[in-house]
């Protein structure tokens, strides 16, 4: 499968807080959410999985607790642990959020599109390689 990276960040932006990113999947924009796990950047889809509704969906951009360790869903309170996407609280306890492929390259951070599994391959945006 060839893979398409997509820069969506740089390993500066990712504060303890996370951030909130968007990328193309097909037609659609889709939500991402960074987060620093240790020394390591994870991206995490920003869709709850107790409704299909962005994490922070009355709160723009705002998504992780005060240390920075959960997500926590501003509709219902499901708390997520940034670590492994597992809900440890919630009304989707023991469910995960969906992981997303990234990688850090000198300092910016890449979204790999071909492991979206979407309509994406055919309508990948200008700038990706
Ligand atoms: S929609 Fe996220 S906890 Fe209900």
């Not at 920075?68 to 996407?85: E, P, Y």
């Not at 990234?102 to 599109?113: A, F, H, M, N, P």
């Amino acid at each position: 499968m060839t893979e398409h990276w997509l820069v969506v960040s740089t390993t500066d932006e990712v504060g303890d807080r996370g951030k909130v990113f968007t990328y193309p999947d097909g037609p659609f924009e889709e939500s991402g959410i960074l987060v620093r796990v240790g020394g390591t950047i994870v991206a995490w889809k920003n869709l709850c999985r107790h409704l299909a509704v962005r994490l922070d969906r009355d709160l723009p951009g705002s998504v992780m607790d005060r240390e920075g360790r959960h997500l926590v869903c501003g509709q219902h309170g499901a708390v997520f642990r940034a670590v492994d996407g597992l809900c440890i609280e919630g009304p989707c306890s023991g469910s995960h959020l969906k992981r997303l492929q990234v990688r850090v390259d000198d300092g910016r951070i890449l979204l790999d599109l071909s492991a979206l599994g979407g309509l994406h391959a055919a309508t990948l945006p200008a700038g990706t390689a």
